[in-house]
């Protein structure tokens, strides 16, 4: 069992910095590609970053060259530095352990309870 959770969510100027951390608790994270996700309401869960358990990430087109997604494995975290943040960001924000795509959504035995990030003049 792998038990998430979420901060670092917040009102940001467009162009600003946020970073947010998805912390884990339970065994074996080191071994779970993790995910941060984003949501507006009505829309579906779109992935943002992930990361797989070597550590390779990959990313979105839209957020390429702005985020930096990481992971502390002694720390039992995953970060997702966002800089240059532009108003189109604005979402709740989840991490998710071993996501899967399927049947038109993804899919997690373990979603975090979501941050909301604000990006707003």
């Known amino acids: 069992q792998v038990q998430l959770v979420e901060s670092g969510g917040g009102l940001v100027q467009p162009g600003g910095s946020l970073r947010l951390s998805c912390a884990a608790s339970?065994?074996?994270?080191?071994?779970?590609?993790v995910g941060w996700f984003r949501q507006v309401s009505g829309k579906q869960r779109d992935l943002v970053a992930n990361?797989?358990?070597?550590?390779?990430?990959e990313y979105a087109d839209s957020v390429k060259g702005r985020f930096t997604i990481s992971r502390d494995d002694a720390k039992n975290t995953v970060y997702l530095q966002m800089n240059s943040l532009k108003p189109e960001d604005t979402a709740v924000h989840y991490c998710?352990?071993?996501?899967?795509?399927?049947?038109?959504?993804?899919?997690?035995?373990?979603w975090g309870q979501g941050t909301q990030v604000t990006v707003s003049s």
């Open positions: 998710a352990a071993d996501a899967v795509w399927y049947s038109g959504t993804y899919h997690s035995d373990y």
């Open positions: 990361i797989r358990d070597a550590g390779i990430p």
């Open positions: 339970g065994r074996a994270f080191n071994a779970y590609a």
